[in-house]
């Protein structure tokens, strides 16, 4: 049986050399990437097409063989196929038509969306069967939280004022969306397993703007439920948690979800997450996108801190958030030789 050195470090193991795979390794800075999206009619469409979410899953495998293919989809295909108008406008992001009230759930149903998603799963399958016998795929969804906050925002935020308004202000209504999304992401990440997935990894992306009591109820609550209900079909996967610009909540994330690794961001102290994470959980992370962008011994450098850092426990090397669309894919290359002692 072939040794999966990403599922190694997930399963608590510490290797010599860790593993490595990049948040948005399929995307923009690869010209392949760009050639291959030209053939969508737009992002979700692309989203949806198995044959071309497939190939750019594939691409940075094929460039940098990274340990994990994360597939290429997004995690507003979630409230997409629940019914919510979802689009995705160039030069601006996602826009949706935001939900008005907690009357407007009532809009959104589960029924439609294992049909809807059968291209992802597809695109799964697929992709499994490509992959070189030592690269783990990897599948995943957002928070209910970071979902919710799209939803009602009808894209970003600077604020989250509507978001945490109705939160804060009609919390049962708001724990009515909040459920319909444990349902939904629930059910898509059993899927992706089914499909073939063999790590899952949920994105909080906007958990840092919480304070403690809403983080405790918005984001670890729903998430403990998620993997509860995913360990419960398939015990034996991975599960990755990434609550984003967590700050001190990443340790009692780490403790009450259930997850197996926490994702970290580039702001956490190493020390802290050596002591406070590690010795509970695999870390993932957490070099600043920043520093790949710029390359050469800056990027050299940081990914030593971050080795140095985290040598004595369990780690899957990371960025702390996605890479950045300017970044030169030698710099990649780059970094991946550095982390596996290539010479050069």
Known sequence: MTIKPLIEALQGKRLKVPPVWLMRQAGRYLPEYRKTRSGARDFLNF????????????????????????????????????GQEVAFVEG?????????????????SLEPMSQHLQPVYEALSAVRGELPPETT???????????????????????????????????NGFARLIDLLVDAISNHLIAQVSAGAEV???????????????????????????????????????????????GVMYAPFSIETGVDAVSIDASVPLGWAADELQSKVTVQGNLDPIALLTGGSALKNAADTILSGLRNGAHVFNLGHGVLPPTPPDHVAQLVDHLRGAKG
């Open 47 to 82: 989203c949806y097409t198995p044959a071309l979410a497939v190939e750019a899953t594939l691409q940075p495998i094929r460039r940098f063989a990274m340990d994990g293919a994360i597939i290429f989809s997004d995690i507003l295909v979630i409230p997409d196929a629940l």
């Open 200 to 246: 899952l990894q949920i994105f909080d992306s906007w958990a840092g703007v919480l304070p403690e009591a809403a983080f405790r109820q918005w984001t670890i609550k729903p998430i403990k439920e998620i993997i509860a209900r995913v360990k419960a079909v398939h015990p034996d996967v991975p599960i990755i948690g990434f609550p984003n610009r967590a």
């Open 137 to 171: 795929l990897i599948g995943f969804a957002g928070a209910p939280w970071t979902i919710a906050t799209y939803m009602i925002e009808g894209g970003s935020s600077k604020d989250f004022a509507r978001a945490k308004s109705w939160a804060y202000g009609d919390p």
């Open 92 to 108: 601006k992001g996602p826009v949706l038509v935001p939900l008005e009230s907690p009357e407007s759930v009532s809009g959104l």
